[in-house]
């Protein structure tokens, strides 16, 4: 099925540890990109691409960073996770300046003990 | 930078009424602004975009309006439904319309 698939759903971290969230599209959408949701917070956009090989922060990039080596993967790498680090991400990804809106991923819940 | 505030964190309607909503933003004239669902433990899911030119948009029970003099939209469901249920979300583009900045949402709970 065509989407956002994101991988995976659930994933607990002991402090110090790093981990990748995998992101993957099969729309061929030029633009993508990383949110957290928090209790009370809304969404929170972390880093984003407007295609391969380019890459920005977004409100909260810190303690986070990301890559797109290709069209389809926006992976984001938690370096040293952090129990402030807990939360629901979401990637989204979208046709370049499109009217279409972006597509949401189901979401990966991490927990940070 | 940009903000965007929605009106309320929560609104609770009955069933067949107007469920109107509000996003006004500030420090910002974007160029267009979309609504979103999002259903408990699920990804947003895109409803409308409407353009800074376009006073009003509807799609079957949704009608946006959008006004830029007063930085606002507004969001409304018509003859709402229990299914209707679930957290409305408003987003803006950013600066250089490369990535979208979202309002903390607005729960609605229609009864029956």
């Known amino acids: 099925n065509a989407g956002v698939t994101q991988t995976p759903k659930f994933q607990v971290l002991k402090t110090g540890q790093s981990m990748t969230l995998q992101c993957a599209q099969d729309m061929n959408h030029e633009y993508m990109s990383w949110y957290r949701q928090d209790p009370g917070m809304g969404l929170r956009l972390i880093h984003y691409?407007?295609?391969?090989?380019?890459?920005d922060q977004g409100e909260v990039p810190n303690g986070y960073n990301v890559s797109r080596s290709t069209t389809e993967d926006f992976p984001l790498r938690l370096l040293s996770a952090a129990p402030s680090q807990t939360s629901v991400y979401f990637c989204?990804?979208?046709?370049?300046?499109?009217?279409?809106?972006?597509?949401f991923g189901s979401g990966t819940r991490l927990t940070v003990v | 930078s940009q903000k965007i505030e929605q009106n309320s964190e929560a609104l609770n309607i009955q069933e067949g009424k107007t469920a109107t909503l509000t996003c006004n933003y500030t420090?910002?004239?974007?160029?267009?602004l979309q609504w979103y669902r999002q259903d408990p433990g699920r990804g947003p899911v895109f409803l409308l975009l409407i353009r800074e030119n376009e006073k009003e948009k509807r799609k079957e029970r949704l009608k946006v309006t959008f006004d830029t003099t007063l930085k606002q939209s507004l969001f409304h469901i018509t003859a709402s439904q229990p299914a209707d249920s679930a957290t409305y979300l408003c987003a803006l583009p950013n600066q250089a319309g490369t990535a979208l900045i979202f309002g903390k949402g607005t729960t609605l709970s229609v009864s029956s």
């Open positions: 989204a990804s979208s046709p370049a300046r499109d009217s279409r809106g972006y597509t």
């Open positions: 691409s407007v295609g391969a090989g380019i890459t």
């Open positions: 420090n910002y004239s974007p160029a267009y």
